[in-house]
C-alpha cells in the first residue's frame, strides 16, 4: 500500500482501534456491576454470568467472596482484549504497508476486542441505542476471522470457490449476531462445526498445494496456535463433564474453565503474530514436536494420577467399608 491507499488504511485501523478500545474501557463498570450482583429471578437462571444464591454461597464456602469473583472475570476480560490488541498494535506498527498483516492486525484487533471478548457488550442494558453499533462490531469481528483464515499468509482465496464460502458465512452470522435468539440462527447447531472446517480445510489445500517455504513456515505458526486453542477448549469442557467432583462445585468449576479457555483461546493471537512478524525466529517443527510429546505425557500422567485414586477408593472401601476423600 502506497499513498492515500495507506494512510486510509492507518486512519481505517486507528478509528477501529479508539472505538473497540473505548467502548471495552466503558463497559468495565458495568460489566463489574452487572457480575457483583446475584440472580434471584428466573430471567437470569442458566446465565454463564450472574451468579445464583446457590453458587455465591458455594463460592464462599471455598473462601472467594462475590466481588473477587467479579473482578476476576473482568480482569479475564481485561486480559483477553489487552493481548489482541497488542498483538495487534505490533503487527500495524511493524507492517503497516502490507495488505495481509493489516487485515491480521484489523482482525486481531476487531475479534479480540468485539467478539471473543471485551466487555463493552455489558454497555447495552443501559444503553440500548448502543445495541446496533456494538452487535455490528462483533460481526465484523466475525467475518474478519473468517476472510483471514481463508486467505492466509498471501490475501487471496485458494482455492478460489472458497470466496462464495466467505460470502454464505457471511450471510450465516446475521442471524447469529443480530437474531441470536431466533430459529434463524442456525450457527448454533453442528452447522458450526462445517463453519471451523472450512477454514481448516482452507489451510491445509493453501499448505500442501500452494504455498512456498516460507508461507508454510507461517502456515505451521497460525494452525498449531489454532489447534492448540481449540484441543486446549474441548479439554476442558470434557474433563469438567467426566469428573464428579467437578458438578458439586459448579460455580468454581466454571471460574477455572474460564482461565483455562481464556489461556487457550489467547495462543491464537501470540502465535498469529510470530506467523507474521518473526516466522523465522524458531523452528515450529521442534515445537509442534515437543508439543505433541508433552501433551501425550501429561495425558497419560493425568489418568495415572485419577486411575490410581479411584483405585485406592475402591480398595479402601472394599476393606474398611468406607472411602477416604483426602
Not at 473482578?71 to 498483538?87: C, Q
Not at 498471501?154 to 460470502?167: E, H, K, M, S
Not at 493453501?206 to 477448549?233: C, H, M
Request: net charge neutral; hydrophobic share 55%; aromatic share 14%.
Amino acid at each position: 500500500l502506497r499513498g492515500r491507499w495507506l494512510l486510509f488504511a492507518r486512519m481505517s485501523w486507528v478509528l477501529a482501534a479508539l472505538t473497540v478500545l473505548g467502548l471495552d474501557a466503558a463497559g468495565l463498570p458495568h460489566a463489574y456491576a452487572r457480575l457483583d450482583t446475584v440472580c434471584h429471578s428466573s430471567a437470569c437462571a442458566g446465565s454463564d454470568e450472574v451468579l445464583s444464591p446457590a453458587d455465591v454461597s458455594d463460592l464462599r464456602e471455598l473462601g472467594i467472596s462475590l466481588d473477587f469473583y467479579a473482578g476476576l472475570m473482568v480482569g479475564l476480560s481485561i486480559l483477553g482484549t489487552v493481548v489482541f490488541a497488542v498483538t495487534a498494535a505490533a503487527i500495524f506498527f511493524r507492517r503497516p504497508d502490507d495488505k495481509m498483516a493489516l487485515l491480521t492486525s484489523f482482525t486481531l484487533l476487531i475479534f479480540g476486542g468485539a467478539s471473543f471478548t471485551g466487555t463493552m457488550q455489558y454497555l447495552v442494558g443501559d444503553y440500548p441505542l448502543l445495541w446496533w453499533p456494538i452487535n455490528l462490531l462483533e460481526y465484523v469481528g466475525q467475518m474478519a476471522f473468517s476472510v483471514f483464515f481463508l486467505t492466509f499468509p498471501d490475501g487471496r482465496f485458494v482455492p478460489r470457490w472458497t470466496r462464495w464460502l466467505a460470502l454464505m458465512w457471511a450471510v450465516l452470522f446475521v442471524p447469529n449476531v443480530f437474531l441470536s435468539g431466533s430459529s434463524l440462527n442456525l450457527l448454533d447447531s453442528p452447522l458450526f462445526i462445517g463453519y471451523v472446517g472450512t477454514l481448516v480445510f482452507a489451510q491445509i489445500y493453501r499448505y500442501t498445494n500452494v504455498s512456498n517455504p516460507a508461507e508454510r513456515r507461517q502456515t505451521k505458526w497460525v494452525v498449531f496456535g489454532f489447534a492448540a486453542a481449540i484441543w486446549g477448549f474441548v479439554a476442558t469442557v470434557i474433563t469438567g463433564n467426566i469428573i464428579p467432583e467437578v458438578r458439586q462445585h459448579q460455580a468454581f468449576a466454571d471460574i477455572i474453565s474460564d482461565i483455562l479457555i481464556y489461556s487457550f483461546i489467547l495462543l491464537i493471537p501470540i502465535s498469529i503474530s510470530v506467523a507474521v512478524l518473526r516466522s523465522r525466529l524458531y523452528d515450529i517443527d521442534v515445537v509442534i514436536n515437543r508439543t505433541l510429546v508433552y501433551t501425550i505425557l501429561t495425558t497419560v500422567l493425568g489418568l495415572l494420577y485419577f486411575g490410581s485414586i479411584a483405585l485406592m477408593q475402591a480398595v479402601l472401601l472394599a476393606v474398611t467399608g468406607q472411602g477416604a476423600q483426602l
